[in-house]
């Protein structure tokens, strides 16, 4: 069974920080990958920013220059260091990882972020 511990969101005004964290355990498959999915209110989810195992990282243009991920494989955690924040990156932002090459994958319950003056 896999157990999700995803914390950091709130509420801040437009152009304050953020620091999303997310560890996982429990996982019955190997960690490739690990991500922040962004879901506005009423809307679908969609990528933010991951990393592999590797370092690699992908970033949504939108969050180019103010997001930053990052992780600790010995701890199976990721981070999402969020800056210069928008109302519009208000939403549920669900931490997830995966296998790619074998096609398995598992999602976080979510935290809120709230971008408000």
């Known amino acids: 069974q896999v157990q999700f511990v995803e914390s950091g969101g709130g509420l801040v005004q437009p152009g304050g920080s953020l620091r999303l964290s997310c560890a996982v355990s429990?996982?019955?498959?190997?960690?490739?990958?690990m991500g922040w999915y962004h879901q506005p209110p009423g809307k679908e989810c969609q990528l933010v920013a991951d990393?592999?195992?590797?370092?690699?990282?992908y970033y949504k243009d939108s969050v180019k220059g103010r997001f930053t991920i990052s992780r600790d494989t010995d701890k199976d955690a990721a981070y999402l260091q969020m800056r210069r924040l928008r109302p519009e990156d208000t939403g549920l932002y669900y931490c997830?990882?995966?296998?790619?090459?074998?096609?398995?994958?598992?999602w976080g319950q979510g935290t809120q972020v709230t971008v408000s003056s």
């Open positions: 997830h990882v995966a296998d790619l090459s074998r096609k398995k994958d598992a």
């Open positions: 990393i592999t195992r590797g370092g690699g990282r």
């Open positions: 429990g996982t019955e498959f190997r960690i490739t990958v």
